[in-house]
């Protein structure tokens, strides 16, 4: 049974960190690209991060330099480390799992970022 579940979303400051995890089972965890992706109020789905099998990594503009994405495959698990919080991060962000035509998603976990 394939299972993504997120974790570490909560209620923040402007200017403050979190750190999302995604732990996986079910499938060959080290074998898929790994995404976060976010959906704030009224907002379309946003992709966020991607790190692939191999350990490349890409973002969105909107996060870059204040978002790491990063894996530890013997843990089966993704995480989202965000620095430098703003509002506009306010959003529900959810973990996806990515073989080819194959894709998996987690229920997600909500980040809100208000003073």
């Known amino acids: 049974q394939v299972q993504l579940v997120e974790s570490g979303g909560g209620l923040v400051q402007p200017g403050g960190s979190l750190r999302l995890s995604c732990a996986a089972s079910?499938?060959?965890?080290?074998?898929?690209?790994m995404r976060w992706y976010r959906q704030g109020p009224g907002k379309q789905r946003e992709l966020v991060a991607t790190i692939t099998n191999g350990g490349t990594t890409n973002y969105a503009d909107s996060v870059k330099g204040r978002f790491t994405i990063f894996r530890d495959n013997a843990k089966n698990t993704v995480y989202l480390q965000m620095n430098s919080l703003k509002a506009e991060d306010t959003a529900g962000y959810y973990c996806?799992?990515?073989?080819?035509?194959?894709?998996?998603w987690g229920q997600g976990t909500q980040v809100t970022v208000s003073s």
């Open positions: 996806n799992a990515r073989l080819l035509t194959v894709s998996y």
């Open positions: 079910g499938f060959t965890f080290s074998s898929y690209a």
